[in-house]
């Protein structure tokens, strides 16, 4: 079946914009999960949702970012007032249900804000 | 708190020789442990994953990671290194009972030489 996929895989915005990524997770999965990575470090937890509710945001960084995932099934992270250290590659992974399970990957969008 | 600790950011074996990626670990609960791999230009994928069954799990493409709770270690092996195996390794734990998100290591590179 189809894994999760992610749009676009590549953006380039200006400071200040906004700018919104989108996640399509496994069909079927409740469990969907935002994942920062930097240059030349590991995943970084953003914000985990169980259906339509965010179950734990603690890993978003300022108020500037946001996520929402309205059906339970796609999630968009939206950003606003981009800054240069926002630029980064922006991973979603998704799960069939519960926390133990393996969460699958998407290839990711990378950011760059110039 | 969870922590992940991967010991040495390259690692560099010849074509046929051991190969060993080391991960050593923080929980104050029982962890979930797991292993990904990362090609360039592409997603995460499970390499294998530790959830309080055996201690020593085997994983995908001859890869295999042994918990000892003694050291708080849960290092990846395999035998014989082939060069498609050239790629990143990231150690992950997981945070446990309803917080899903993974807390992942810098990672390793490893190259292999022929």
């Known amino acids: 079946g189809a894994g999760v996929s992610q749009t676009p895989s590549n953006k380039v915005t200006e400071k200040g914009k906004y700018v919104e990524l989108r996640c399509d997770p496994i069909?079927?999965?409740?469990?969907l999960y935002w994942y920062r990575q930097s240059l030349g470090q590991g995943p970084e937890f953003l914000i985990y949702f169980q259906g339509t509710g965010a179950a734990d945001d603690s890993g978003l960084p300022n108020d500037r970012f946001f996520a929402v995932r309205p059906e339970g099934s796609v999630s968009t992270l939206k950003i606003q007032r981009t800054e240069r250290g926002d630029s980064a590659v922006y991973l979603c992974?998704?799960?069939?249900?519960?926390?133990?399970?393996?969460?699958?990957f998407g290839p990711g969008t990378r950011l760059l804000v110039l | 708190a969870q922590s992940v600790t991967q010991l040495g950011s390259h690692v560099s074996v010849s074509e046929g020789a051991l190969v060993l990626l080391r991960c050593n670990y923080s929980s104050s609960v029982p962890p979930y442990l797991f292993w990904y791999v990362q090609y360039p230009n592409q997603g995460l994928q499970l390499l294998l994953k530790?959830?309080?069954?055996?201690?020593l799990v085997k994983g995908i493409n001859g890869f295999e990671a042994e918990f000892k709770k003694s050291e708080t270690s849960f290092h990846l092996t395999k035998p014989s290194a082939h060069m498609s195996d050239a790629a990143e390794y990231f150690c992950?734990?997981?945070?446990?009972?309803?917080?899903?998100?993974?807390?992942f290591g810098k990672g390793t590179k490893l190259s292999v030489k022929p």
């Open positions: 992950a734990v997981s945070r446990g009972g309803s917080q899903g998100n993974l807390i």
């Open positions: 069909s079927g999965h409740t469990a």
């Open positions: 992974a998704s799960s069939p249900t519960s926390t133990k399970e393996t969460q699958y």
């Open positions: 530790y959830t309080s069954a055996a201690t």
